[in-house]
């Protein structure tokens, strides 16, 4: 006689989030699985309970008359597990546990995560922290892959949820003999005419629809993923760029003499927050350290919390 594994909370998970997203793709794509997995964790559920739970259909799927009675068991089940998980971390005072960080470039890296963690440490040192540090779009992909807990992210981010931080100016950058550099403001159509060196690590999805919108077509002679080597490079003469004002080190005119930093007009703004996949699912070192950064945020937008 075979012997029957008995039913598991992935299982469970992965039945109520086809049902919620009605199809085995989609589940598939946020839980960053493949879809053959996604389906047989379903069939394998089905042959434990002796039931159909998805009519699988050549439009999508439906959940069956059982399936929508069990589904929601499986949510209470869930439900369940998630609040003994939260008593037992909360009995510990969050004395212990582990919190993943994505970061990105200078901004979040050196211009907030300094002062957040600061206070987070103090108040909870037993946590042990990570942090990841990458582009702005491998932070993105890093929440969505669930390799970490929570993230800095541009603002929006329609399919996380979301706490805003701050916001920021885009800036030009020209050197000091470039017959630019004594505007108050520059419009992109000034840029237009010199040779441009066009950021690589994540402001450029936020620079080039603004040239796209003033019908301007930047002379791009460089990509360049590094803040610190665009800098330089300007400062040398080869090129203007656009960076976040907030990815610029705190001394500019001290370590680059030659640059002059210039706002646009109109002006264009960035907004950076966290993210997280589902603050309904957040662990408590997680939403500890959310709620660190959300107190904190009034003195990170007037740069009091900075650390420099």
Request: include cysteine.
């Amino acid at each position: 006689m075979p012997v029957q594994r008995p039913m598991t909370f992935t299982q469970l998970e992965i039945f109520a989030l086809v049902a919620e997203l009605r199809g085995f793709t989609s589940a598939a794509m946020q839980l960053s699985i493949s879809q053959s997995a996604v389906s047989h964790a379903v069939r394998s559920l089905e042959r434990e309970l002796g039931v159909e739970l998805i009519e699988r259909q050549q439009g999508g799927i439906e959940v069956t008359g059982i399936g929508r009675q069990l589904l929601g068991r499986s949510r209470e089940i869930l439900g369940l597990a998630e609040s003994m998980r939260q008593e037992a971390t909360d009995s510990v005072g969050l004395k212990q546990g582990s919190l993943r960080i994505a970061s990105f470039g200078p901004t979040s890296s050196l211009k907030l995560l300094p002062a957040i963690l600061d206070t987070y440490r103090r108040r909870y040192p037993g946590i042990e922290v990570r942090v990841d540090e990458g582009a702005d779009h491998e932070a993105v992909q890093w929440i969505h892959d669930r390799s970490v807990d929570v993230g800095f992210v541009v603002l929006p981010q329609e399919r996380f949820d979301t706490v805003p931080l701050l916001e920021d100016q885009l800036v030009a950058l020209v050197s000091a003999g470039h017959p630019l550099a004594g505007r108050r403001g520059l419009a992109l159509a000034e840029l237009g005419d010199s040779p441009f060196i066009m950021t690589a690590a994540g402001c450029a999805p936020l620079i080039e629809p603004l040239f796209a919108g003033a019908r301007v077509v930047p002379k791009v002679r460089y990509r360049i993923s590094q803040v610190m080597t665009i800098l330089g490079m300007v400062e040398r003469g080869d090129g203007l760029a656009i960076v976040a004002e907030l990815a610029l080190p705190e001394r500019l005119a001290q370590q680059y003499p030659g640059l002059v930093k210039i706002p646009l007009k109109p002006v264009a703004r960035r907004h950076i927050g966290l993210a997280v996949r589902d603050l309904r699912q957040v662990t408590p070192a997680t939403r500890a350290f959310l709620d660190v950064a959300r107190k904190l945020a009034p003195a990170l937008r007037r740069g009091t919390a900075f650390a420099g």
